[in-house]
């Protein structure tokens, strides 16, 4: 999972009229309460750009613990709704942080994209901010991450309902797509696997989704062999591909959120042995009948940091890695394997640093020039703005 990340995105100006906010509605799966507000101060470096319109509100989902069954959230929207589309950002870890900073948002908006960063806040003062949490009192209940996740996908169904602005929706029309950081990964894809969320254009994974399954993170020896598949790019063609790594899935040093999103004592994951909770059940990849990897309409594309070894394209030296490759890898072998999407592309980063889920700082040897691998947050903004497409209507 994630430290912190730097990429790429955008911002366009809006001026927006609001009818009828404040009222309950249904957006499926939960029920969500949205009032138009000022942008909070935030802790962090990023904080919401002086253009952003910020709108507050709750969700309410019926298969959370009744104790906090209520998540707050707050949104800034950036850009003009009707020009090419609208792109929704979730960040890393509990998400009450911003990991796009106003170099990405403003480069999505010169590309005519408008965006959404959304943080997690608590519904209440002393409530619980991150979005995977759904019960509070540590041990008292075991909660479930898949069940938490309602929250992202019932945001995301409201921002791309049908209305316009004046109907208090953000989005108008063009590409209806999302990115998210390591964490904020997950949030999309348990939307797309768990909650039907099957209408998006395009989605950008940064490393991740790191909890594709769980059960493989907490305690397991599993290991990947990350990028030996057909999806995988690793160089240029005609030219030798820097090719694919081993990657354990068990979590280094994220544990402790595991431990915290799930409701359970300190040390459970990591060492569970069998003996945790069932944390296959509430993972992306929880092989029940009702999961979904069928995506065709979705442009699918993931990018993970390699690990130290072979890097002749790129050169440079590789950190060690985490587990969020192999997770990542985890997933698109479900949609290669069992599902579909419009297109898959997983995309290996050389050179992740500071951190080793840094792939905006990384370099892409899949796009390889000649003399040098340009850096992932500019690759990646060029594949969401060339992926972010609303289908052909037909006549």
Same mark, same amino acid.
């Given at each position: 999972?994630?430290?912190?990340?730097?990429?790429?995105?955008?911002?366009?100006?809006?001026?927006?009229?609001?009818?009828?906010?404040?009222?309950?509605?249904?957006?499926?799966?939960?029920?969500?309460?949205?009032?138009?507000?000022?942008?909070?101060?935030?802790?962090?470096?990023?904080?919401?750009?002086?253009?952003?319109?910020?709108? $507050?509100?709750?969700?309410?989902?019926?298969?959370?613990?009744? !104790?906090?069954?209520?998540?707050?959230?707050?949104?800034?929207?950036?850009? @003009?709704?009707?020009?090419?589309?609208?792109?929704?950002?979730?960040?890393?870890?509990?998400?009450? =942080?911003?990991?796009?900073?106003? @170099?990405?948002?403003?480069?999505?908006?010169?590309?005519?994209?408008?965006?959404?960063?959304?943080?997690?806040?608590?519904?209440?003062?002393?409530?619980?901010?991150?979005?995977?949490?759904?019960?509070?009192? =540590?041990?008292?209940?075991?909660?479930?991450?898949?069940?938490?996740?309602?929250?992202?996908?019932?945001?995301?169904?409201?921002?791309?309902?049908?209305?316009?602005?004046? !109907?208090? #929706?953000? /989005?108008?029309?063009?590409?209806?797509?999302?990115?998210?950081?390591?964490?904020?990964?997950?949030?999309?894809?348990?939307?797309?696997?768990?909650?039907?969320?099957?209408?998006?254009?395009?989605?950008?994974?940064?490393?991740? +989704?790191?909890?594709?399954?769980?059960?493989?993170?907490?305690?397991?020896?599993?290991?990947?062999?990350?990028?030996?598949? &057909?999806?995988?790019?690793?160089?240029?063609?005609?030219?030798?591909?820097?090719?694919?790594?081993?990657?354990?899935?068990?979590?280094?040093?994220?544990?402790?959120?595991?431990?915290?999103? @799930?409701?359970?004592?300190?040390?459970?994951?990591?060492?569970?042995?069998?003996?945790?909770?069932?944390?296959?059940?509430? &993972?992306?990849? *929880?092989?029940?009948? !009702?999961? @979904?990897?069928?995506?065709?309409?979705?442009?699918? $594309?993931?990018?993970?940091?390699?690990?130290?070894?072979?890097?002749?394209?790129?050169?440079?030296?590789?950190?060690?890695?985490?587990?969020?490759?192999?997770?990542?890898?985890?997933?698109? *072998?479900?949609?290669?394997?069992?599902?579909?999407?419009?297109?898959?592309?997983?995309?290996?980063? *050389?050179?992740?640093?500071?951190?080793?889920?840094?792939?905006?700082?990384?370099?892409? +040897?899949?796009? /390889?020039?000649?003399?040098?691998?340009?850096?992932?947050?500019?690759?990646?903004?060029? *594949?969401?703005? =060339?992926?972010?497409?609303?289908?052909?209507? #037909?006549?």
């Amino acid at each position: 999972m994630k430290t912190f990340i730097f990429l790429a995105l955008v911002v366009v100006c809006i001026t927006i009229t609001l009818t009828g906010w404040g009222n309950a509605q249904t957006a499926g799966p939960g029920i969500i309460t949205i009032n138009q507000g000022s942008c909070p101060s935030l802790s962090g470096m990023n904080q919401f750009p002086s253009n952003s319109h910020c709108f $507050s509100g709750t969700i309410s989902c019926s298969n959370v613990h009744s !104790d906090v069954a209520d998540i707050g959230f707050t949104f800034g929207a950036q850009g @003009t709704s009707g020009t090419n589309g609208t792109i929704v950002l979730f960040s890393h870890g509990d998400g009450t =942080t911003l990991d796009f900073d106003n @170099t990405v948002l403003s480069n999505y908006n010169q590309a005519q994209f408008g965006t959404v960063e959304v943080i997690w806040q608590p519904a209440s003062p002393g409530g619980l901010a991150p979005w995977e949490q759904s019960a509070s009192g =540590t041990g008292t209940v075991t909660t479930i991450i898949k069940h938490a996740a309602c929250r992202p996908a019932t945001l995301l169904n409201w921002i791309f309902s049908p209305g316009n602005i004046n !109907d208090g #929706h953000i /989005y108008g029309s063009g590409g209806k797509c999302a990115e998210g950081v390591s964490a904020g990964s997950a949030a999309i894809a348990y939307s797309m696997a768990q909650y039907n969320v099957n209408y998006l254009d395009a989605v950008e994974f940064l490393s991740g +989704p790191p909890l594709s399954d769980i059960s493989k993170g907490c305690g397991g020896t599993d290991q990947a062999n990350v990028c030996s598949e &057909s999806f995988c790019h690793s160089a240029p063609l005609g030219m030798t591909p820097e090719g694919s790594w081993t990657d354990a899935f068990a979590y280094s040093q994220q544990e402790g959120a595991i431990d915290r999103w @799930t409701n359970v004592a300190p040390h459970t994951c990591g060492n569970s042995n069998g003996s945790g909770p069932n944390y296959l059940d509430m &993972s992306i990849v *929880d092989n029940e009948s !009702d999961s @979904t990897f069928h995506y065709p309409a979705t442009a699918v $594309s993931i990018w993970v940091c390699a690990s130290p070894g072979n890097n002749s394209i790129c050169n440079g030296s590789n950190p060690p890695a985490n587990n969020s490759a192999a997770e990542a890898d985890y997933f698109a *072998d479900q949609i290669a394997g069992f599902g579909s999407a419009r297109a898959l592309k997983l995309f290996r980063v *050389d050179g992740c640093t500071p951190t080793n889920e840094d792939v905006g700082n990384g370099f892409v +040897p899949a796009f /390889y020039n000649g003399t040098t691998c340009p850096k992932g947050n500019t690759v990646i903004a060029h *594949d969401m703005a =060339t992926e972010c497409q609303a289908p052909p209507k #037909h006549h």
